[in-house]
């Protein structure tokens, strides 16, 4: 069998402008824009109470994401500086929601609530500055009274 020549390898040039990035501090998702998503791995289209299955489009389109965008201007601390804008522990939700959670294999610690008026909310999952709606609460009545 030939032999290969042996070739030169060429060193490595370490540039010295350039600069290593770190990862963000999570604190650093408070002062970030509240950004919302609609994503199939978390949206309930239809679970028996909060699904999405029961908002009419045309309410859909004109009332909350209408609602959704005016949060679009506010960072992350300011929403929750909000009345009823507030984190849910996975303990704290109603029982079939967290069934539905393990059913659908989520393995997510908290939820947030987002409200549009005074009884309409949305229950989501946050992600550094995503929220990522997951059930549609339009009487209120996702609360810890129906909880485990």
């Known amino acids: 069998m030939a032999r290969r020549d042996a070739r030169k390898r060429r060193a490595l040039k370490v540039q010295s402008n350039k600069v290593v990035r770190r990862l963000q501090d999570p604190v650093s998702f408070e002062i970030s824009n509240f950004t919302w998503r609609v994503h ?87 992600d550094r500055q995503i929220f990522y709606l997951m059930w549609w609460d339009k009487k209120h009545k996702f609360c810890p009274t129906e909880a485990k």
């Open 40 to 126: 199939n791995d978390y949206i309930d289209y239809n679970h028996p109470q909060f699904g999405w299955d029961k908002v009419d489009i045309v309410y859909f389109l004109k009332k909350i994401i209408q609602s959704l965008q005016g949060y679009e201007g506010f960072t992350w601390q300011e929403v929750k500086q909000k009345k009823h804008c507030h984190p849910w522990g996975v303990d704290d939700i109603p029982r079939e929601c967290a069934g539905r959670l393990i059913e659908r294999q989520i393995d997510i610690e908290q939820l947030y609530q987002i409200p549009l008026g005074s009884l309409p909310r949305i229950i989501g999952y946050r």
